[in-house]
């Protein structure tokens, strides 16, 4: 990259701080200038304050660190931004205050109108339900008919864990079809009844053994994964989301995301067009890539046909710095919570039976979708958690790879959790980029990956390490969350599991330098924008993150609480937690 000229002077300078460059060498610097929206010049306070003019605003950073700002490949924004509609459970400890949330809201709410909240528990995981609650149970139909008489109930179970339940209340229960006399019917695997329940497809709904009547508990609602044939129908009295529903949800869901020092996105599975048509209205700060999700339903040439309709968004992508494409995606399977992710081999599910799933899609209509995006010069993202769905993805790729060269296209490989070490050779040959979460150890660790795939199954889970060390530019994400970059960084060194802090795989952790890589300048060439974004140098973008704390000398186990005090995009105070210091110029 051809270095920038150096303007006469700056719009913006933050000095007197310990500016993590991130850059080759990653160096440190005192201070930054910033003008037109892109650094123009790091170095010591005394060379970057010279960049000074009267209508320069001086931001003194009293020794604050700061880095580039963060680049997540896995957000799902348009997914979560659902829950912000929702009345949120989080915090909540006990049956009553669950009830009094639920009275508030429905005292605001017009009668009728249901009333549908966040799980029970908190985010992202909800460890611990129902045991944590007070009572040690979930509510009933007839505590939360008390609490909203007038509206229908619905407590939404968390997708990613399984068992899970929802809870309805009376009037839910009456809008569903589901009460007492209701006599279930479907294949006798998937449908039967009992005295303590009786299953409609997969969806138990549990009853009162001395009475029969549902007690509102609903296990197993599942609407992504193993989802259900009733689950649209016994949710059908929630009105479905309409494109404004979801754009708002994105809009109320972004200031979160900066709030987390995530200045650019990454979208590109369980998506929808209409996502992209709000990225573009909503005109974020953040910055979002996106790419198209192929229908694994569809025949090779509907493909072909729905291929050329968005050629434009070909080769490395299309649209501005803030809104753009960045090819198509292809997923093979789903976690192995769910008992959903190939492996290839049987392993334990989520109900102690042994599984032995097959790809969501079949192997040959796979190949020839993605051999259709390829030939038209789409770039693949394509999503494999499992060691067989992975094998048969980078077999996939190295068939493409004959016919049409992969190796300048940046394939990016999502999930990857448990890949070999000749896998890992093949993606490098590929030019594969895989891009993963140490997230999934904190949230999965013990119940599934040590619990149910086994210790030495563990030891080389995100096996970051070895991604590194056979020189391929591993990224890391938050997926399903948490969301927290610094809590991400950090996790990718300590390795830890959330339930009972065991570590898992140590010879797998990396150093806080390649941690911090692994979330800016690693992603930034996932994303073709190596020239712009990933690290604080002169003719980048000015998209920059200010900490509480500094993440290369504090005790490790702080690096998690490391807060965000402002986030900068396009040189752009997009968030404060507290008004920066300003200088004199």
């Known amino acids: 990259m051809a270095s920038p000229r150096v303007p006469e002077s700056a719009d913006t300078i933050l000095f007197n701080g310990n500016v993590i460059t991130v850059d080759a060498q990653f160096t440190c610097k005192r201070a930054v200038a910033i003008a037109g929206g892109r650094v123009v010049a790091t170095g010591s306070d005394e060379e970057v304050r010279a960049l000074g003019a009267a209508h320069t605003k001086t931001i003194d950073l009293q020794g604050r660190s700061v880095l580039p700002g963060f680049i997540d490949l896995h957000g ?36 009728d109108l249901p009333i549908v909240t966040t799980p029970v528990g908190d985010h ?28 229908p ?13 929802a809870v309805f209340n009376s009037r839910a229960l009456a809008l569903a079809g589901i009460g007492k006399e209701t006599i279930p019917h479907g294949p006798p695997n998937r449908v039967r009844m009992t005295r303590e329940a009786y299953w409609l497809d997969g969806i138990e709904v549990v009853r009162d053994p001395s009475t029969g009547e549902p007690t509102g508990e609903l296990r197993s609602m599942q609407p992504i994964y193993n989802p259900s044939s009733y689950f649209e129908a016994i949710t059908s009295f929630v009105p479905p989301p309409t494109y404004e529903f979801v754009r708002e949800g994105i809009r109320l869901m972004a200031p979160d995301f900066l709030s987390w020092g995530t200045t650019t996105l990454l979208e590109n599975h369980l998506t929808v067009p209409e996502d992209f048509r709000a990225y573009a209205e909503l005109d974020l700060p953040l910055r979002i890539f996106y790419s198209f999700e192929l229908d694994p339903a569809k025949t090779v040439q509907e493909t072909e046909d729905f ?39 049987p392993y334990i599910g989520p109900y102690g039976d042994e599984v032995n799933p097959e790809p969501l899609v079949e192997a040959q ?12 010069g ?14 048969l993805a980078l077999e996939t790729l190295a068939e ?36 993963t979460t140490t997230n999934f150890l904190w949230g999965k660790g013990d119940e599934v990956f040590l619990d149910r795939l086994g210790p030495d199954y563990a030891e080389n889970a995100i096996p970051n390490r070895w991604w590194l060390d056979a020189g391929v530019d591993v990224c890391n994400e938050t997926d399903w969350g948490p969301h927290e970059p610094m809590f991400t960084i950090w996790q990718s060194i300590a390795r830890q599991t959330g339930l009972t802090g065991k570590v898992v795989g140590a010879h797998q952790s990396v150093t806080r330098e390649e941690a911090i890589r692994m979330m800016t300048s690693h992603c930034a060439r996932a994303l073709f924008k190596e020239n712009d974004l990933g690290t604080i140098e002169p003719g980048k973008l000015a998209d920059l993150v200010v900490l509480s704390g500094d993440p290369l000398t504090c005790a490790e186990h702080d690096i998690k609480d490391i807060g965000v005090l402002a986030t900068i995009i396009d040189g752009e105070t997009v968030y404060e937690a507290e008004p920066l210091p300003v200088a004199m110029p």
């Open 76 to 111: 799902h924004i348009g997914l979560f931004g659902f829950e912000k509609h929702f009345l949120q459970l989080d915090g909540a400890r006990s049956i009553d205050e669950i009830c009094s949330r639920i009275r508030e809201r429905a005292s605001a709410t017009p009668d």
């Open 124 to 151: 992202p995981y909800f460890f611990g339900v129902p045991d944590i609650l007070a009572e040690g149970r979930f509510p009933n139909r007839w505590e939360l008919d008390r609490a909203a008489p007038n509206h």
């Open 153 to 165: 109930v619905y407590i939404t179970a968390p997708t990613n864990r399984v068992p899970n339940a």
């Open 307 to 345: 291929l050329r309709t968005i050629g434009f968004a070909t080769g490395n992508g299309f649209g501005t710095d803030h809104v753009a494409t960045v090819g198509v995606s292809l997923g093979l399977d789903g976690p192995h919570w769910h008992g959903t992710a190939y492996t290839g081999e």
């Open 365 to 376: 209509q796979y190949k020839q979708l993605l051999a259709a995006a390829a030939r038209q």
């Open 378 to 391: 789409f770039r693949i993202h394509t999503e494999a958690a499992g060691r067989g769905s992975i094998a």
């Open 400 to 435: 493409i790879d004959r016919e049409v060269p992969l190796a300048d296209r940046r394939t990016i490989l999502e999930h990857c959790e448990f890949p070999t070490r000749e896998q890992i050779r093949e993606c490098k040959r590929l030019g594969v980029i895989p891009t």
